[in-house]
């Protein structure tokens, strides 16, 4: 084989296209900056409402059984049908055992006189809102070939929409907050997933223009994650 270093990896592509090697080409990747952890801890308010979209999905319900765990104490739950499931009913039920107020309603964070009304109905009902967790989200893979317009917006909706309303909607508060779930596709690419990363790809431009327009966002690229979400859920 041949071995490169990452800074060499032209010379390595080269190699390959006037077919001077033997056996493989190997690149070494290029050492990582070491990723730090946070000079200040995660904090907020545990007293605050906390909101999740997409909260009965995997990643949802995991979050909002974090947050408890952090001693958050008002939690906001909504997924486009709610409750709907024994799933999502035993999570509330196990939530309100532990003293969480909980308010799970069904909303379609796409719609934003849907999130009108629930913001409307957080603020008659629950403590001041202190933060935002986008989880929700779609998939419908397929290659580029077999994608239409339907296809395409049925997973740009939830993540694209449901973020330029959640945006709109806490404009004008001082959220401790503002968080959305992406996907490291993002970065790298998935086939089947163009759509997906798009979406993505929008959250992150949103974030990055949320905190130069002064306000809190941060987008994290999940990984694949073995024990929630849908990665874990796949029979395949």
Request: glycine share 10%.
């Amino acid at each position: 084989y041949s071995l490169f270093s990452g800074e060499d990896v032209v010379d390595a592509f080269q190699l390959m296209q006037r077919s001077g090697h033997i056996g493989k080409i190997v690149i070494s990747p290029a050492a990582l900056e070491s990723v730090r952890s946070p000079s200040v801890p995660f904090e907020f308010d545990a007293r605050g409402t906390h909101l999740i979209t997409g909260a009965f999905g995997g990643f949802g319900m995991a979050t909002a059984r974090w947050l408890a765990d952090k001693g958050v104490t008002n939690l906001v739950l909504i997924g486009r049908q709610g409750a709907a499931n024994l799933e999502a009913r035993t999570l509330v039920e196990e939530l309100t055992g532990r003293g969480v107020k909980v308010m799970a309603e069904a909303c379609d964070v796409s719609d934003q006189l849907s999130v009108d009304l629930l913001f409307a109905k957080i603020r008659s009902n629950m403590p001041r809102l202190s933060g935002v967790i986008h989880s929700a989200m779609v998939l419908d893979d397929a290659i580029i070939a077999n994608l239409d317009a339907a296809r395409i917006e049925k997973v740009l909706t939830p993540k694209v929409k449901g973020a330029i309303n959640l945006d709109r909607a806490t404009r004008n508060m001082h959220l401790e907050y503002f968080i959305l779930y992406s996907s490291v596709t993002t970065l790298i690419g998935n086939p089947g997933q163009g759509s997906y990363v798009a979406a993505n790809a929008y959250m992150e431009g949103l974030a990055r223009q949320r905190r130069r327009d002064g306000h809190p966002a941060l987008a994290i690229g999940w990984g694949p994650i073995a024990d929630v979400g849908v990665v874990a859920r796949s029979e395949k």
